[in-house]
């Protein structure tokens, strides 16, 4: 089968989708699949629109996007192929554009009984001089303020009192002119794998201070990881049914990652749902899938079928 790889980008994500799309490929080479990359990069002629006319795109049979970030995971990229009616990997355009952006994913997590922390959504005009009224109303200090439209934890901070908030502000507003906040919810971070329709055990991960940034999140040895984590059964039951519950509400598909946070009244709150998670030796999916049993070709191998079973004609 001929597959190509979508990589790269001119976001903040740039150097994870590279990886992301090179582990990928040589995943798929070594499913027995002949695999060719596209970078889109700032270069002249390796940009969207040279996508659609390129040779790589012509001569695939089925695209894996590997990209991160807006320009990847917003249903922009999807909606292209679907245009030239070309099979590719992940859930998508209303889906992707759902879960890129957290306020629209909270109000249907709300809708389907999901439990996510209590947030409010403010422009970043209007956050300096309305966002300190509002907090008092999700539960005060500490919150959590972050862009409404970013992945990998990029412009997110936990603000701790009053005088954190115009850092907090001013952070978040680099990446958007949409600023979500959320109560903080202190606990333990987890995540839940799905590929298709299987859902993989729950992860937990624990950043080295606390907070999984995007350093702790990208940078080896920067936190640790356990798959199963270490819950007890009622509970995990609990979190994978509701965590399949927010794929299937929110309309994805292929595969994605639910992240979530167990508070310490020990139940848990979803936050969102990455619809195009990493595939590096540190990424989340690839770990849940190995405890299942599956190597990481056999991963990609999987998630490729279903897009040309899933998108067939």
């Given at each position: 089968?001929?597959?190509?790889?979508?990589?790269?980008?001119?976001?903040?994500?740039r150097?994870?989708?590279?990886?992301?799309?090179?582990?990928?490929?040589?995943?798929?080479?070594?499913?027995?699949?002949?695999?060719?990359?596209?970078?889109?990069?700032?270069?002249?002629?390796?940009?969207?629109?040279?996508?659609?006319?390129?040779?790589?795109?012509?001569?695939?049979?089925?695209?894996?996007?590997?990209?991160?970030?807006?320009?990847?995971?917003?249903?922009?990229?999807?909606?292209?192929?679907?245009?030239?009616?070309?099979?590719?990997?992940?859930?998508?355009?209303?889906?992707?554009?759902?879960?890129?952006?957290?306020?629209?994913?909270?109000?249907?997590?709300?809708?389907?009984?999901?439990?996510?922390?209590a947030?409010?959504?403010?422009?970043a005009?209007?956050?300096?001089?309305?966002?300190?009224?509002?907090?008092?109303?999700?539960?005060?200090?500490?919150?959590?303020?972050?862009?409404?439209?970013?992945?990998?934890?990029?412009?997110?901070?936990?603000?701790?009192?009053e005088?954190?908030?115009?850092?907090?502000?001013?952070?978040?507003?680099?990446?958007?002119?949409?600023?979500?906040?959320?109560?903080?919810?202190?606990?333990?971070?987890?995540?839940?794998?799905?590929?298709?329709?299987?859902v993989?055990?729950?992860?937990?991960?624990?950043?080295?201070?606390?907070?999984?940034?995007?350093?702790?999140?990208?940078?080896?040895?920067?936190?640790?990881?356990?798959?199963?984590?270490?819950?007890?059964?009622?509970?995990?039951k609990?979190?994978?049914?509701?965590?399949?519950?927010?794929?299937?509400?929110?309309?994805?598909?292929?595969?994605?990652?639910?992240?979530?946070?167990?508070?310490?009244?020990?139940?848990?709150?979803?936050?969102?749902?990455?619809?195009?998670?990493?595939?590096?030796?540190?990424?989340?999916?690839?770990?849940?899938a190995?405890?299942?049993?599956?190597?990481?070709?056999?991963?990609?191998?999987?998630?490729?079928?279903?897009?040309?079973?899933?998108?067939?004609?």
């Amino acid at each position: 089968m001929k597959a190509l790889v979508l990589m790269g980008g001119m976001s903040t994500e740039r150097e994870i989708s590279l990886k992301t799309g090179a582990a990928v490929a040589a995943g798929l080479r070594e499913a027995g699949h002949d695999v060719s990359t596209y970078d889109f990069s700032p270069e002249p002629g390796r940009g969207v629109r040279d996508l659609v006319t390129s040779d790589e795109l012509a001569a695939s049979e089925v695209v894996f996007i590997a990209l991160h970030g807006g320009e990847g995971e917003d249903g922009r990229i999807q909606a292209l192929l679907d245009l030239v009616a070309k099979p590719y990997t992940g859930s998508g355009v209303l889906a992707s554009a759902l879960c890129m952006d957290k306020t629209l994913s909270k109000i249907l997590f709300e809708r389907y009984g999901i439990p996510t922390p209590a947030w409010f959504e403010i422009s970043a005009r209007e956050a300096r001089s309305g966002a300190l009224e509002k907090i008092s109303g999700i539960g005060g200090f500490p919150a959590v303020v972050k862009p409404v439209d970013q992945g990998s934890t990029i412009g997110i901070s936990i603000v701790e009192d009053e005088s954190g908030l115009e850092a907090g502000i001013t952070l978040a507003e680099e990446y958007s002119r949409r600023l979500i906040f959320e109560r903080y919810i202190p606990g333990r971070e987890l995540s839940v794998a799905i590929v298709g329709e299987q859902v993989f055990p729950v992860i937990e991960i624990v950043p080295e201070d606390g907070f999984y940034d995007y350093e702790r999140k990208y940078t080896k040895g920067k936190s640790s990881y356990h798959c199963p984590a270490d819950i007890d059964e009622a509970l995990s039951k609990r979190i994978l049914g509701e965590a399949f519950m927010a794929y299937k509400a929110l309309g994805c598909a292929g595969f994605a990652r639910v992240d979530l946070r167990l508070g310490g009244d020990g139940a848990p709150y979803f936050l969102e749902i990455n619809t195009i998670p990493g595939m590096t030796e540190m990424s989340l999916v690839p770990m849940g899938a190995a405890v299942s049993g599956y190597s990481f070709s056999e991963l990609v191998d999987t998630i490729i079928k279903d897009a040309l079973k899933s998108r067939a004609g």
